[in-house]
């Protein structure tokens, strides 16, 4: 068969959806856009949400592309042969357009037909449905999945697993051809705020279908008594996710049908070259230039010893997750994003050392890791020197904070490292628990890793609520008056660029029901009585009942007419351009914006207020605002 890579199935892929009708369009920002919600980019549908809610796209109802992924969340997951914490997905949509047939018939015939996966390897889930809510067993997608394969020869029985307890319970009767699986909501439901039962009124969500890859490995019982799909043991591996979002859950707890019903397909680009090169280990299919770089400079062979591969792995994966985060403007510092960048690198630099990689520098590896990927995404070669520097600089401030550490872990006396001077280690000079087990069994010492473990988890548990604080709600709650602090937002922007000047962009948003909070570009703070202008002009704009509108245009020409927009670079050739525009002609906000807007500013209710302006960062100011019942 011919030789796959990355690069060649990204090729297929989008060539193969683009021959079906579908615009390729470019891979979002690692960096959210109008999305609070979340740090960073996790997966091909969060940067479509707002297309997959209503908003017409700009390209049309059919859409592919490659978009580039990070899960902050897969940081202590890698080491395995399957995770990474940065990855490609690979995408295709219908908004409102084809469904279950085409959808699972396409991807089948491309994983099979395209790529050359053989089918007797395949296997697929569906939901199982829910009878207290009247939400109906996936058979549709079961038929179209028995066709498929029956036209290869092949008998798909199907079998109702339920839970994953359950699955581990059964296992796979292989010999009667068991193929089609139905799992409950917790594997085969999808919407963002989980399961049917959780989800609030107004909320779309629908069952999704599984493509699982079989290796030819052994079960491994830690996992469970028996194999299913759905088993974490890597003899079955997920490549392929396609979601139908089919319903929407009403104010009386029941579920309806929605007008236009999309798909929403996400494939792991390097999980399928793992299937298609029949490789159970992520790093080898997408990593060979970091491994070869690591086993160059440490003397030691990937693959040969289990902790030595585990030490290859998280730092392959690491670095290559750093390359891309600061590519798109992520610099290491202790706050927000840059805290994952930060501990991305100083956790590589830690098992380097442990690896015992001389100390060449980590930049080394940036070059090989851009060269890999500047044909899909040419921005990294731009910026190659920029990462360099981040990342040479940010290894030699751990090597600093590394070398106090030390003299901190001299310090500790008696036969025990309790857990919390286990986690003082661990969370202010970047030393991971085994580093710090090493060091006492050095030294004779034992360590309290179950405190430890517990200091962990409060620490987390306290970041959560904290992440939860700070990013809950925004522009993914699409009630009415989020939609209509949305709107003020934009027409404040035009205010502020109207009474400061032009050189003011939006610099980050977050939109809840009860506030907006903008940051924007100014170098200064600025003054009460601009803001009151500020208000005076979004309070006019809504008591006028301007008319709010959006408009398909070519990126160019949006550009030449003057429409305002952040982040130009990361938006297709064409956008979608929204306006505010009053009964007799006066446009009060025109800018690039894909969201959710009130239709007319009659919908908004109550006075903009902007309660407090403060420094956000170097350049960067931050207002809060909200709107006041009339």
Not at 18 to 36: C, T
């Amino acid at each position: 068969m011919t030789p796959m890579d990355p690069n060649t199935v990204r090729q297929r892929y989008l060539k193969y959806f683009e021959e079906r009708g579908h615009s390729v369009i470019p891979s979002a920002s690692l960096m959210p856009e109008n999305d609070p919600t979340t740090l960073f980019t996790g997966s091909g549908m969060q940067p479509l949400l707002p297309y997959l809610l209503g908003e017409p796209h700009p390209k049309g109802t059919r859409l592919v592309d490659s978009q580039k992924c990070f899960r902050s969340g897969d940081i202590e997951e890698v080491g395995d042969n399957r995770h990474t914490t940065f990855f490609e997905m690979l995408g295709n949509w219908s908004l409102g357009d084809y469904g279950k047939e085409e959808q699972l018939s396409w991807f089948f015939t491309f994983l099979v037909d395209e790529i050359g996966l053989e089918p007797e390897r395949l296997y697929v889930t569906a939901f199982t449905g829910d009878k207290e809510l009247g939400i109906p067993r996936d058979d549709t997608s079961a038929d179209v999945w028995e066709k498929l394969f029956a036209e290869k020869g092949i008998p798909a029985e199907r079998v109702v697993i339920g839970t994953e307890e359950e699955g581990a319970k059964r296992g796979i009767k292989d010999k009667e051809g068991e193929r089609i699986f139905f799992y409950d909501a917790a594997k085969n439901w999808w919407s963002r705020s989980g399961v049917p039962a959780k989800m609030p009124a107004g909320e779309p969500g629908g069952p999704d279908s599984e493509v699982f890859y079989r290796f030819d490995i052994e079960h491994d019982t830690a996992y469970g008594e028996h194999c299913h799909p759905n088993c974490d043991c890597g003899r079955f591996l997920e490549i392929g996710n396609s979601v139908f979002m089919q319903y929407k859950k009403e104010a009386d707890g029941t579920f309806s049908k929605l007008p236009k019903q999309n798909v929403d397909f996400g494939g792991g680009l390097e999980r399928i070259v793992m299937a298609r090169t029949d490789t159970p280990d992520i790093i080898r299919v997408n990593h060979t230039p970091i491994i070869s770089y690591i086993e160059e400079h440490s003397g030691k062979t990937y693959g040969k010893h289990e902790e030595d591969t585990k030490a290859f792995r998280i730092i392959a994966d690491h670095m290559k997750a750093a390359v891309f985060l600061i590519g798109d403007g992520v610099l290491p510092s202790n706050t927000d994003q840059g805290y994952f960048v930060r501990r991305l690198i100083r956790r590589a630099v830690r098992y380097a050392d442990a690896l015992g990689v001389s100390e060449s520098g980590f930049a080394a590896v940036v070059r090989p890791i851009v060269s890999m990927y500047e044909g899909a995404y040419p921005l990294l070669k731009e910026k190659v020197e920029l990462i360099e520097k981040a990342i040479e600089d940010e290894e030699r401030k751990f090597r600093t904070t590394l070398a106090r550490g030390m003299r901190e872990f001299g310090k500790l006396k008696g036969d025990t490292v309790s857990g919390k001077d286990a986690f003082q280690l661990f969370s202010t000079y970047g030393f991971p628990l085994e580093m710090t087990v090493e060091l006492a069994h050095e030294r004779n010492m034992m360590v309290d890793e179950a405190a430890f473990h517990q200091e962990m988890e409060e620490h987390q548990e306290l970041s959560r609520k904290g992440s939860e604080q700070k990013f809950k709600g925004g522009l993914a709650d699409a009630s009415e008056v989020t939609t209509a602090l949305h709107t003020c937002t934009h027409l404040m922007l035009a205010g502020l660029r109207k009474y400061l000047g032009d050189h003011v962009h939006q610099a980050g948003s977050n939109i809840t029901q009860d506030r907006t909070r903008f940051d924007f570009t100014h170098h200064e703070k600025v003054s009460r009585e601009t803001l009151d202008k500020v208000e005076e002009y979004v309070n006019e704009a809504i008591q006028k009942g301007s008319t709010v509108t959006t408009t398909i245009m070519s990126k160019d020409d949006a550009k030449q007419s003057g429409v305002e927009g952040s982040f130009w670079e990361k938006y297709p050739d064409r956008v979608t351009v929204y306006e505010v525009k009053t009964p007799d002609g006066t446009v009060y906000s025109r800018e690039l914006c894909g969201g959710p807007h009130v239709e007319s500013t009659d919908r908004i209710k109550g006075t903009f207020r902007i309660t407090k302006e403060e420094a956000s960062s170097a350049g960067v100011r931050r207002v809060k605002a909200v709107l006041h019942e009339a």
